[in-house]
């Protein structure tokens, strides 16, 4: 019999600030300007905030969902910014831990600049020039607009990305940040682990540039839903300013809440709908269900029965976040007879506006002008996959008996499996014209790792030298013979350097890889294009797909206003626009793909879906259906159907909720209460489906109990589901951060000096420099360094060993970014139908033989080594590795190689093919366990205090294959291995009695 319990969750609601905390009075009638309210007091814990911000201290504001934490400090530096305090910052940066979070931020940040705005424009800014949005693949003109704004907003990824990525940018990026004064860290608990290092070693490098070079010290303020105590790290410096901690309370009701035990997975998305309906058929306006999984979200959406084709959105709503064919809209936007002159500009600006990709254009085209700096970007990017591709090449293609010789043979085949057949190849054109040539003497590995680099870093001067002519754009065309195209370009540019047209003799190959790297992987936006061409109308009306005329292209309806709106003329503008948003409610068939009506609800009942694994184009808006006043007021129901991505910082409410809580979620839930209990006088319902052990020991602790504190109850599910463990420090991910200190050039080196007089930085200067001795590639990011294979949406990726078990190997397609395993050819709506096709893992021979490189440590000494290693069978390291008395945990480098276990349609083994395709994972950092496997793997990592660590791939079905070497730890997050290779190698003689369980099993 299923288990149930049934408590009230209770919640003391926070305090009112009244007129005896002495807000200041221009900040609070700012503060009731931007609520919309003459009278509204802010609460306490606000109140508080504001009068610690005002006062030069640093915040630590601790509050979950519903209790104003982003306000509290944001409304304070605007007024320190613009409302006449002194000293005024010079610039805020504010932070957030996902794309999705900020974009709702930013909000925030543009509403309180129209507060200030009387303010902003006595500094001769308008409200809209006051917050710059930093992000990923930014070109050098809107990076220096964004950076040229007093508030900014940002990912951390972002800024690594321009410190790793797009490093002659980074300088721009360091002058920017040496003038922020303070910054905000926005839902501070979501960084954990090497994520958070990775975070404070950032400010830590900001706080130096600012220190050196400013003269002043960096404020860092905080605000989370917990008060873990990895965080007080953020704002440790107190030369900053004096820090104060704020508790808060959430605005939140009492909330009936049912506990239920989780259904099997086969009967999980009908009980979960169930529920919602059920809450919805007794009167619910608003319910949320809360999947643990983006699959099941979709699931559960795409089997809801629609009750009409249209869903029924608000024309306000349809206007902004609607859906419209592009041919649809162009056909309506005849109907006004609006002129020759404005339909070609609307034309224009649709040329413009809309992204397309240039190997999609006709052969014969018009020509197209270009912006060099995005030439300059893609080529960088490009070259350098192929630098460090051919490098890796020859790292394999080393002699087993001689490491210093390369073997030819081996380097030939090894490039050839890079190339598709019948393509111009750059590895192939660098081989043919230099490595089958016995007299260059390129077969020594150290002369052929020299004159790979320098080859390389003249091929960068060459297009370069394209560029530095072309300042002013480049005219770019499909035909060929063009004498202003890119080809004239590159051959003039290596004409001007005699002495690299001499090594490099005939050019045209090199010519024809640049051009076919750019027709691929070249997007002509209005980012890239230099201006409009008159290209076919219908390029655009219409995606590029597997059928013949592709299919229609469908675009926002705001988007469209707007492009209608800058194409028309002062006159009559609005009476055309008005009458365009006529037609296009009245005849315009619009929708949203992830909004429905409900046929089995009550009446007027509409579904929507809201997950990470969609575009951030297609979530824009739907939470603002979801919570907007007016839609409430007319009692039409809504279900959101959705996973964490609820979780933090959007701001809305509902009045009941359903929620899968599974193993590592306890922390989650006081975060999804926060959504509900919000409206006085709704009683609000919970649901809640948990493991079965959590329900049981839930019933006991809870016996006898009807009422329990809000943050009691959440600490309690803490408890028994507690959240996941992440490793805390790593000696390698700090060598990485003073590499790339390196690579920033003069200043980073001066980092790098102030870090060497500090802590004992000993192993860390090892291994930078043996790594930068051996010319090793290293990932660099924030989180999730293991490369993911992308689906077709875009921004969606997904774990290789995941997704592999979904797709077939001809679904497999080069990835467009240096930085991606692959791309599978489907998108995630698709993705999700698939039943799992095969078991996939780490094929441990071939991948523990193609290592290049180990770190070790010398006993004796106890210095830290990067050597260069040979694990083939019948080599001194092989054997030492198999000597059950001599092996230890190895930490290696190199490429890892994939296999899989095919399924019958049942999901039983049926052997078939072992390798994926070719498929591997390249320049990896793993650690080898040899003769551990999975009878005692588990045994083994918890002993070792690494058991279950999120930035660690545990291959499990590796190490269940009889002829594998032992387990293989592969790192998600760069320097995880190092820390698990340092426990394991501690603990590794006192495992020996362990391990030999191992080795009876097998």
Request: charged share 25%.
């Amino acid at each position: 019999m299923t288990m149930s319990l049934k408590i009230t969750v209770t919640n003391e609601p926070p305090i009112q600030a009244d007129s005896t905390d002495n807000i200041n009075p221009d900040l609070l009638a700012h503060f009731r300007e931007y609520m919309e309210g003459a009278s509204i007091w802010p609460f306490k814990h606000q109140a508080d905030a504001f009068a610690a911000v005002l006062a030069d201290q640093q915040l630590r504001l601790v509050a979950g969902t519903a209790a104003g934490k982003t306000l509290a400090v944001a409304l304070p530096l605007f007024h320190k910014m613009f409302g006449g305090v002194m000293p005024r910052p010079r610039k805020i940066l504010f932070m957030y831990p996902t794309r999705a979070l900020l974009e709702d931020q930013r909000q925030v940040m543009v509403k309180l600049a129209e507060v200030y705005a009387e303010y902003t424009r006595e500094r001769g800014l308008e409200p809209e020039q006051v917050v710059g949005l930093i992000q990923g693949g930014m070109n050098r003109t809107a990076l220096f607009a964004a950076l040229a704004c007093p508030a900014l907003v940002a990912t951390p990824d972002a800024i690594y990305w321009f410190f790793r990525k797009n490093v002659k940018y980074s300088h721009v990026l360091i002058y920017a940040l040496c003038q922020v004064s303070e910054v905000v860290v926005d839902e501070a608990h979501l960084f954990n682990g090497l994520m958070l290092e990775n975070l404070i070693a950032m400010l830590n490098r900001v706080r130096f540039f600012r220190h050196t070079y400013m003269k002043a010290n960096l404020k860092v303020h905080y605000l989370s839903a917990t008060a873990d105590e990895a965080l007080i790290k953020l704002n440790s410096d107190t030369a900053a300013g004096p820090v104060v901690r704020i508790d808060g309370r959430s605005k939140c009701g009492d909330v009936i809440t049912f506990i239920e035990e989780q259904p099997a997975i086969t009967e999980a998305d009908k009980r979960l709908m169930s529920a919602a309906q059920e809450l919805l058929d007794t009167g619910k306006q608003r319910v949320l269900l809360v999947c643990n999984s983006a699959s099941r979200a979709h699931k559960i959406f795409d089997k809801v029965k629609p009750a009409s084709a249209y869903p029924s959105l608000p024309p306000k709503f349809s206007l902004r976040y609607g859906l419209i064919t592009l041919e649809r809209g162009i056909s309506l936007l005849g109907e006004l007879n609006l002129g020759e002159a404005i339909v070609q500009r609307f034309e224009r600006n649709i040329r413009v506006a809309l992204p397309l990709r240039w190997r999609d254009l006709p052969e014969k085209s018009r020509d197209v002008s270009i912006q060099a700096e995005a030439l300059e970007s893609l080529l960088a990017e490009q070259l350098s996959a192929q630098h460090r591709t051919f490098r890796n090449a020859l790292w394999k293609a080393r002699d087993v008996t001689d490491k210093q010789q390369i073997n030819i043979g081996k380097l030939k085949a090894t490039l050839s499996s890079y190339v598709i057949p019948g393509s111009d190849s750059l590895l192939m054109f660098v081989f043919d014209n230099y490595f089958s040539e016995p007299q260059r003497g390129l077969d020594n590995f150290d002369l052929a790792r020299g004159f790979l680099d320098k080859f390389f870093e003249q091929l960068s001067a060459w297009t370069s030298g394209v560029l530095d002519r072309y300042e002013e754009g480049l005219t770019l065309s499909q035909s060929s013979g063009e004498s202003l195209g890119l080809n004239a370009a590159l051959r003039q540019a290596a004409a001007d350097q005699p002495a690299l047209l001499a090594e490099l003799g005939s050019i045209e190959p090199l010519v024809r890889w640049i051009s076919e790297t750019l027709r691929q992987n070249l997007m002509l936006d209005k980012n890239t294009m230099q201006r409009g061409v008159d290209l076919p109308l219908t390029l655009y009306t219409r995606r590029k797909g597997r059928s013949k005329n592709g299919k229609p292209r469908s675009i926002s309806v705001g988007w469209l206003l707007r492009i209608l709106k800058e194409s028309l003329g002062k006159g009559d503008a609005d009476e055309l626009l008005d009458r365009f948003r006529d037609l296009v409610l009245a005849r315009g068939e619009i929708e949203h793909g992830y909004v429905k009506s409900m046929a089995d609800a009550p009446p007027g009942t509409s579904v929507l879906l809201y997950t990470g694994s969609m575009t951030d184009r297609s979530r824009a808006g739907l939470l603002d259906v979801f919570k907007d006043s007016d839609q409430r007021a007319t009692g039409q129901p809504m279900l959101l159907i959705s996973t964490s991505a609820v979780e933090v910082g959007v701001d809305f409410d509902a009045d009941a909720m359903i929620s899968e809580i599974s193993e590592k979620q306890g922390s989650n839930l006081l975060q999804r209460f926060g959504r509900v209990g919000r409206r006085e006088g709704v009683r609000s319902e919970v649901r809640l489906f948990m493991p079965t052990t959590a329900v049981d020991e839930l019933a006991e602790r809870l016996s006898g109990i009807k009422d329990i504190d809000r943050s009691e109850f959440s600490t309690l599910v803490r408890d028994l589901l507690p959240p996941p463990s992440y490793v805390d420090t790593s000696d390698y991910l700090k060598a990485i951060h003073h590499l790339v200190n390196q690579q920033i050039g003069e200043v980073g080196e001066e980092y790098n000096q102030h870090l060497e007089s500090g802590e004992d930085y000993t192993a860390v200067q090892q291994i930078a420099n043996a790594m930068q001795a051996k010319g090793i590639d290293f990932a660099y990011g924030l989180r999730d360094t293991l490369p993911a294979i992308s689906l077709r949406d875009a921004g969606v990726s997904r774990d290789p060993f995941y997704l592999l078990s979904y797709v077939e190997d001809d679904e497999l397609l080069a990835s467009e970014s240096p930085f991606e395993a692959g791309m599978a050819d489907l998108f995630f709506g698709e993705f999700i139908y698939r039943r799992r096709l095969r078991n996939v893992y780490i094929d441990s021979r071939p991948t523990i033989e193609a290592a290049t490189h180990q770190i070790w440590r010398k006993r004796s000494t106890n210095e830290l080594r990067v050597l260069e290693v040979d694990l083939a069978v019948g080599s001194d390291e092989h054997k030492k590795m198999m000597d059950e008395a001599l092996c230890e945990p190895l930490l290696l480098y190199g490429d890892i190689y994939l296999a899989a276990c095919w399924l019958d349609s049942e999901g039983k083994p049926t052997g078939g093919k072992p390798e994926i395709g070719g498929f591997s994972l390249t320049n990896q950092w793993y650690v080898l366990l040899p003769g551990v496997f999975d009878t005692c793997l588990d045994d083994v990592l918890k002993q070792a205090d690494c058991f279950e660590l999120e930035e660690i791939y545990y291959d499990r079905l590796g190490a269940q294959r009889e002829h594998g070497y032992g387990a293989i730890l592969l790192e998600r997050q760069t320097g995880a291995a190092f820390h698990v290779w340092q426990r394991l190698s501690a603990e590794w003689k006192a495992l020996k009695q362990l391990r030999a369980t191992c080795k009876d099993s097998k």
